[in-house]
């Protein structure tokens, strides 16, 4: 009998946990056996190695050849181990001599023809095989994205014929050497909107203490302009920030793009999306839109038209900062540390509240509409701001603002403080931190009290009164929280 053993990485979250390929080639009838995949992507599997074989002129040896992927019980797609079968068929039957075959890890899906395609996951992978400190033999299209992964030692290849080239020794494969282009910045700016000078103000404290915002406002205020350019408010991206966007991005249907390193990520899920494209999911669980936001910001407009059950389950990451999807007997992790922005119109017609335009709604379709939210649901919102429509004639006349860039410059001083006080925004305070870093003075506290009365605020509300208070006196450079800065927060709470 003969055996060949090489290695590959399945996908679990973020983890990619190591697969072992082994090949046994056995006298008897000729058959092609493969154990450890579901039943359905057998086939599939060993039609497209069986004809990237004869494609590149090998032979499929006439004996009986059984390839196992172990552990059984991990989640597996067929398409990865392609090449890794591939190759174990040929070092087991002889047709191809290798030595050190334990120092590469491989993964791709091969063509009819031989073609490498490329793979979901590939940064993941690559992370977990440069920590084994092996090599990664793996398709061109996925290189520039493994390599993220520093000092990684990544081999990409066409096609099979060059992966044996370079097992066989007579043409090594080139190690992928490119890091990623630093990508100029394309984010919107704040000073494309005219007029909403409280709504700009309430974005940059969200942006400054990561806090979560939602606006209220009939149609055509401007909530997702304004909303759009919050990315372009934050701090860039710290590299293991990038990195671990880049992962999730890379586990994605989407997949990972080159033009995305570095950018924070912006995602706008329509409110009739499924709770699976919203939250995750799936029979091989794929981060959903909650994670592809990881590290940015979430839009959800019109939120009261999400499924309420959806939203609920946002409760979750919102205090965590990640998801965990469990399926059947399997779980997986994923990150969804988000910035949560929110929008929603004051009434179903849109219309409630506006200076001109009348709304037809009864006050109970009103109070019907703004109770679709839960009360522990608008718990977990930081801010809330009140976006009035502007007539037309008065908005010409109205400024323009600050470019993005300036306003950046005091949110990244702002966020600078926070770390260095507390190695964490503003919005991921505890109660014990509260305690210890938001306390207001005299005056600011006798304030905070006489509101908790008057508008019968909980204890969650209070608390973040007392977060963003904080963040409002950080962008003003103040050490001590003071009247003026609860004054504001407050401002921020009406309505919720
Ligand atoms: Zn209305």
Redesign the pocket.
Known sequence: MSLAVLYSRALNGLAAPLVTVEVHLANGLPSFALVGLPEAEVKESRDRVRAALQTAGFELPPRRITVNLAPADLPKESGRFDLAIAIGILVASGQLKVSRLEQYEFAGELALTGALRPIRGALAMSLATHQAERQFILPTENAAEAALVQDARILPADNLLAVCAHLAELEKLVPYQGTPATVEQSYLDLMDIKGQGQAKRALEIAAAGQHSLLFVGPPGTGKSMLAQRLPGLLPPMRDEEALESAMVQSLGSGGWRSQAWKQRPYRNPHHTASGVALVGGGSDPRPGEISLAHHGVLFLDELPEFDRKVLEVLREPLEAGKITISRAARQADFPARFQLIAAMN???????GHPSAQ???TPD??SRYRGKLSGPFLDRIDLMMEVPSVPPEQLASMPHGERSDTVRQRVIQAFEVQQQRQSKPNSRLSAPDIEQYCQPDEAGQALLTQATRSLNLSARAYHRILKVARTIADLACRPSVTAADVAEAIQFRRGL
């Open positions: 004051p009434c179903p017609c849109g219309y409630f709304c037809r709604c379709q009103v």
